[in-house]
């Protein structure tokens, strides 16, 4: 089975740091995506990228940054964390040619 | 642009009833409709799919039938179990561009 593997479970981090929020998948996937999840809003998608070095803007990209420089691995950056990007964070895989996402744990994030 | 809309939760239910989750669609053309569900505590999992009109996905007891006329896919269970008690999305995606998500509606089943 394809996994899909998010570095942290929680995470707690001060107004103004700079956080970084790691995927890895270990099945080859082109395609990767973040996204948060709120009570309410459902999921909506920050950035997503479709090959290395490749990002694109999805629906709420502002504050954050993403960098993708092996296939595997996907990274999404808050630059200066805020209080309203308190959220779980979910990253998700999928082939190019395909329909189906695979899905981490997701990293539930605090910002304080 | 695309959206999805799905009912309002939390939907309670006792073990072995009945269960309806309704979703219905905005889309152009032709796109594939997908639930996922959500565990506590878990990232999402593809739970059915229908890729074209009067497909009909099924998984683990539950089913969805793509009805184009009606934008619809509605998710039904003839029986739960306190073991589905979860977070379900639907969504959808046209040709190989990104998932769009529903709200999520949360299934809570009592012993």
């Known amino acids: 089975d394809v996994k899909v593997t998010q570095s942290s479970r929680y995470l707690v981090k001060r107004t103004g740091e700079k956080v970084f929020l790691e995927c890895v998948q270990d099945?080859?996937?082109?395609?990767m995506f973040w996204y948060r999840q709120d009570p309410g809003l459902g999921l909506r998608l920050i950035y997503f990228?479709?090959?290395?070095?490749?990002?694109e803007k999805g629906d709420i990209p502002e504050g954050y940054s993403v960098s993708r420089e092996k296939k595997e691995r996907f990274s999404l950056i808050l630059e200066s964390a805020s209080t309203n990007q308190t959220s779980m964070y979910l990253c998700?895989?999928?082939?190019?040619?395909?329909?189906?996402?695979?899905f981490g744990s997701g990293t539930r994030l605090t910002v304080v | 642009g695309d959206s999805v809309t799905q009912m309002e939760g939390p939907v309670t239910l006792s073990e072995e009833a009945f269960l309806t989750i309704n979703c219905t669609y905005t889309a152009t053309g032709y796109p594939s409709l997908f639930w996922y569900v959500q565990y506590p505590g878990e990232g999402l999992q593809l739970l059915l799919k229908a890729t074209k009109a009067d497909d009909k996905g099924s998984n683990k007891g539950f089913e969805a039938t793509y009805r184009k006329e009606t934008t619809s896919f509605h998710l039904e269970k003839g029986s739960v179990q306190v073991s589905d008690s979860a977070v379900y999305f639907c969504?959808?995606?046209?040709?190989?561009?990104?998932?769009?998500f529903g709200t999520g509606t949360r299934l809570l089943v009592s012993p």
């Open positions: 969504a959808l995606r046209r040709g190989f561009q990104k998932l769009v």
């Open positions: 998700a895989s999928s082939l190019q040619q395909s329909y189906g996402y695979t």
């Open positions: 099945m080859d996937h082109e395609n």
């Open positions: 990228s479709y090959d290395v070095k490749m990002k």
